[in-house]
Each structure stands twice: as structure tokens, then as C-alpha cells.
């Protein structure tokens, strides 16, 4: 096998991280380029190899791809839900003319394979709302959501016109204790995690019953990995494919929390994202992956809680 040289976009953002770091184990240190917006001085060492990035500035992006001589591409820099709405332009300028310089490039310099996420994002308020079908209404409401249905058919019209093998999945909301994530609307289940392990009472900007599609970090980098090194021919959805961990309420999530933290206090303070929450689907039918690329999550609500609470404190020891 011809050595791979992988190009991470959005490599300091919430999967980019994490992704990068499996990469590099199944890949070696040095086939991992990492790329973010953030200038490197900012970075720890761990992200290096390392380029700074903006990705809208194709000139930069084509100089990269070329003088690198990359093979497969992660390109995951994007503007989420909540942070979208308050710059619709913006969101869409970024989360779209990234992804077509990135699909023109690869063409252009033959990359072999390139990963985009999607997101639970392009179902709206018509979609089914339990068991959401892979193939069904999508129709979104969020800026984010409209640039990742329409990115999955750019993707789907790359494979189909230049035979670029571009895969996809549509992520849940994803929970993680590394980083930060930024800018979501199922962020609430990240940031109740940072008040739990500090015991400190948490606001949460969602109601308590709300149910959203969830998956704790580690599931959806191995659910890359294996999507990414299934054969060619098994790939039958070329738009995105659903992908299901768990779905819970934050008020399941903080009763989980609170059998580890005795007495954790949250209460419900909704706001705009609550709207963007009602727009999204409670459970995901991800039946297509589980078939083509045998697909299975590991972690149920009470494995991730008490994974990230350890890692959390542990984190806090350091
Ligand atoms: N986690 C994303 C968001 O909340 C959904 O893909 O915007």
C-alpha cells in the first residue's frame, strides 16, 4: 500500500481533535497533516505536524493539497447550529465553499478519499421524528442544517460525476471531554458534564424533556474510522449516512449525573435553541450503516456518563 497523507481541516475543533490524534495512531505521526484558523503559536505541541488554515481561502487550500501531496482529506471545519443562526451568511459561506473547493481540489489532485460530516441537522420540523428513516423528509430550518443537505448532495454529485470517493456521515449530537465544542445546540450535553464534575449547579437552555440524538465521542471516531476503511462497493449511500448511539432528555441525562454527583442541581431556562431543538428528530433509523459497513455503538447513557465523569476528573488532577 502506496504510504497515505491525510490532510486534517478543523483539526483544533471538537472531532478534528480527536480524530486527529486516531489518525495518527493508525496512520503514524508524520502522514497526519493537522490544519486549523488558529495561528500555531496558540497550539500545544501534540497537533504537530501543523498548518494554519483558513479554509475559505482556496489559493491556500490548492497550495497544501499540492505541495503535500495529500491523499485522503478530513475536512471538518464548519459553523454549527446555534452559532449559524446568529450569522446565516457567514455559516453558509464557510460550511459551503469550503466543501466545493475541497470536492474541486481533491478532484483536481486526485485525492482517493475525502470525509465530511453531516449532521442529525438536516431533518426539520416534517421529518419523522422517532426512527428517522435515512431516506425521508429532510427540509431544515437552521442555516447549518441547509448547508449540510445541501452539501450531501454535492458530495453525492462528486462521487456520481468525477467518481471522487467521498464519504458522510450525519453525526449526532456528539459528547466528548477533550474539547470544547462550539457553537451547537446539543452543546448543553458537554457543558453539564463540566458542571457536574465541579459539582457546581447547571442552567440548561433546553427543556428537560427535550430528546435529541446523542453519541459520545469515542463511538463516532471509531464510526469514522470504519466508515473510511469499509471497501468501495459496500458504500451505497453516497449523501450521508444516519448514524444512531443514544438518544436521552437532559433531564435523563442529569438524573444519570446525579447517581455520580449526589445532589446536582439543573434547572431549565430555554432559549432560542430550544426552537431548533423541536426541528430535530428524538431517535435515528441507522440501519443502512449498520448493513453496509456493519455499524454498532457501544456506549449506552450510563457507560458514556461514567466514562466522561472519570476522564473529566482525572483532567482536573493534572
Ligand atoms: N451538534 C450539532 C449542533 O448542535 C448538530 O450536528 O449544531
Same mark, same amino acid.
Given at each position: 500500500?502506496?504510504?497515505?497523507?491525510?490532510?486534517?481541516?478543523?483539526?483544533?475543533? +471538537?472531532?478534528?481533535?480527536?480524530?486527529?490524534?486516531?489518525?495518527?495512531?493508525?496512520?503514524?505521526?508524520? +502522514?497526519?497533516?493537522?490544519?486549523?484558523?488558529q495561528a500555531k /503559536?496558540?497550539?500545544?505541541?501534540?497537533?504537530?505536524?501543523?498548518?494554519?488554515?483558513?479554509?475559505?481561502? =482556496?489559493?491556500?487550500?490548492?497550495? &497544501?493539497?499540492?505541495?503535500?501531496?495529500?491523499? +485522503?482529506?478530513?475536512?471538518?471545519? =464548519?459553523?454549527?447550529?446555534?452559532?449559524?443562526?446568529?450569522? #446565516?451568511?457567514? =455559516?453558509?459561506?464557510? /460550511?459551503?465553499?469550503?466543501?466545493?473547493?475541497?470536492?474541486?481540489?481533491?478532484?483536481?489532485?486526485?485525492?482517493?478519499?475525502?470525509?465530511?460530516?453531516?449532521?442529525?441537522?438536516?431533518?426539520?420540523?416534517?421529518?419523522?421524528?422517532?426512527?428517522?428513516? +435515512?431516506?425521508?423528509?429532510?427540509?431544515?430550518?437552521?442555516?447549518?442544517?441547509?448547508?449540510?443537505?445541501?452539501?450531501?448532495?454535492?458530495?453525492? @454529485? @462528486?462521487?456520481?460525476?468525477?467518481?471522487?470517493?467521498?464519504?458522510?456521515?450525519?453525526?449526532?449530537?456528539?459528547?466528548?471531554?477533550?474539547?470544547?465544542?462550539?457553537?451547537?445546540?446539543?452543546?448543553?450535553?458537554?457543558?453539564?458534564?463540566?458542571?457536574?464534575? !465541579?459539582?457546581?449547579?447547571?442552567?440548561?437552555f433546553l427543556k428537560?424533556?427535550? *430528546?435529541?440524538?446523542?453519541?459520545?465521542?469515542?463511538?463516532?471516531?471509531?464510526?469514522?474510522?470504519?466508515?473510511?476503511?469499509?471497501?468501495?462497493?459496500?458504500?451505497?449511500?453516497?449523501?450521508? @449516512?444516519? &448514524?444512531?448511539?443514544?438518544?436521552?432528555?437532559?433531564?435523563?441525562?442529569?438524573? !444519570?449525573?446525579?447517581?455520580? *454527583?449526589?445532589?446536582?442541581?439543573?434547572? @431549565?431556562?430555554?432559549?432560542f435553541r430550544q426552537?431548533?431543538?423541536?426541528?430535530? #428528530?428524538?431517535?435515528?433509523?441507522?440501519?443502512?450503516?449498520?448493513?453496509?459497513?456493519?455499524?454498532?455503538?457501544?456506549? /449506552?447513557?450510563?457507560?458514556?456518563?461514567?466514562?466522561? &465523569?472519570? /476522564?473529566?476528573?482525572?483532567?482536573? !488532577?493534572?
Open positions: 500500500m502506496d504510504q497515505e497523507k491525510i490532510l486534517v481541516i478543523g483539526a483544533c475543533g +471538537q472531532i478534528g481533535r480527536e480524530l486527529t490524534a486516531a489518525l495518527r495512531l493508525k496512520f503514524g505521526q508524520m +502522514q497526519v497533516l493537522a490544519s486549523d484558523i /503559536n496558540n497550539l500545544s505541541t501534540e497537533v504537530f505536524p501543523y498548518q494554519q488554515l483558513d479554509v475559505t481561502d =482556496a489559493d491556500a487550500l490548492e497550495k &497544501l493539497i499540492a505541495d503535500e501531496q495529500v491523499t +485522503q482529506i478530513y475536512h471538518l471545519a =464548519a459553523m454549527l447550529s446555534a452559532n449559524g443562526e446568529k450569522n #446565516p451568511k457567514k =455559516a453558509w459561506d464557510l /460550511n459551503m465553499n469550503s466543501l466545493l473547493s475541497v470536492l474541486d481540489l481533491s478532484v483536481k489532485y486526485g485525492v482517493k478519499k475525502v470525509f465530511w460530516p453531516s449532521s442529525i441537522a438536516v431533518f426539520g420540523p416534517d421529518s419523522e421524528k422517532t426512527n428517522t428513516p +435515512q431516506q425521508g423528509i429532510t427540509e431544515p430550518s437552521t442555516v447549518y442544517g441547509i448547508s449540510k443537505a445541501a452539501g450531501e448532495y454535492w458530495c453525492k @454529485y @462528486y462521487f456520481e460525476k468525477f467518481g471522487l470517493d467521498v464519504r458522510s456521515i450525519r453525526y449526532p449530537g456528539l459528547i466528548s471531554y477533550t474539547g470544547a465544542p462550539g457553537g451547537g445546540t446539543t452543546d448543553y450535553a458537554v457543558d453539564i458534564f463540566h458542571h457536574g464534575v !465541579e459539582a457546581k449547579p447547571f442552567t440548561c428537560k424533556e427535550t *430528546v435529541l440524538p446523542m453519541m459520545y465521542m469515542e463511538d463516532a471516531i471509531r464510526a469514522t474510522l470504519e466508515l473510511m476503511d469499509a471497501p468501495v462497493d459496500n458504500i451505497k449511500v453516497r449523501t450521508s @449516512y444516519n &448514524l444512531s448511539g443514544l438518544s436521552f432528555s437532559p433531564e435523563e441525562l442529569a438524573t !444519570e449525573i446525579e447517581k455520580l *454527583v449526589p445532589g446536582f442541581k439543573v434547572d @431549565y431556562t430555554p432559549d426552537q431548533i431543538a423541536d426541528s430535530w #428528530p428524538g431517535s435515528i433509523d441507522d440501519s443502512a450503516a449498520q448493513t453496509d459497513w456493519n455499524w454498532k455503538p457501544a456506549y /449506552n447513557l450510563e457507560a458514556m456518563v461514567s466514562d466522561m &465523569l472519570l /476522564n473529566l476528573r482525572a483532567l482536573q !488532577e493534572i
